[in-house]
């Protein structure tokens, strides 16, 4: 089945323990992208990646680090977790062949920070 | 930059009763369009997406959207709402060659019995 997975799918932390939410994607898509979803605030885009090796900021970058080392692969970290970093988050995948940008997404992590 | 606009965080429709999202985005030049919905404790499916060509759109569970260029907008309707129907809506743009999407704020629509 093609799918997005994330892990966890929930997480409660404390302020500045480094933690990592992994994200892994079967369909062979070229693209990788995280977003938080806020209440009011819709979906904005953390990091995404067009290609192995290659990532950039999206919309609200601070906080955060990502890495793609592998194409099915696209980590999100946040070495120092702060409470404004609660929040929902997505990854997201997509092919760039059409350019078309339909997305695919995961279940979802919710990160709770105090 | 891109931009989306969605009127309305909540959204209350009777069931059976028409269901209208209205969706406006900014752009110069011809985007692609997409409506996601997100249910209950669940990621975001694609709805419908408009590309190139007929203009008006059909998806899944009913609904549609309509492109109109010279309105810059892609309103989302389904004509009798179903109780199921009940789940955050959220209209997003992207242009070709640039997978980057942009999301609107989204609606959360409710169902009324």
Redesign the interface.
Known sequence: EAQVTQNPRYLITVTGKKLTVTCSQNMNHEYMSWYRQDPGLGLRQIYYSMNVEVTDKGDVPEGYKVSRKEKRNFPLILESPSPNQTSLYFCASSSTGTGVGEQYFGPGTRLTVT | AQSVT?LG?HVSVSEGALVLLRCNYSSSVPP?L?W?VQYP??????LL?Y?TGATLVKGINGFEAEFKKSETSFHLTKPSAHMSDAAEY?CAV????????A????NQVVVIP
Not at chain 2, 94 to 101: E, H, V
Not at chain 2, 103 to 106: H, I, M, R, Y
């Open positions: 969605q965080s692609y997409f996601y404790n669940q990621g975001l499916q694609l997406k590309t959220f992207s242009y070709y060659g640039n997978n980057r999407l999301f609107g704020k989204g």
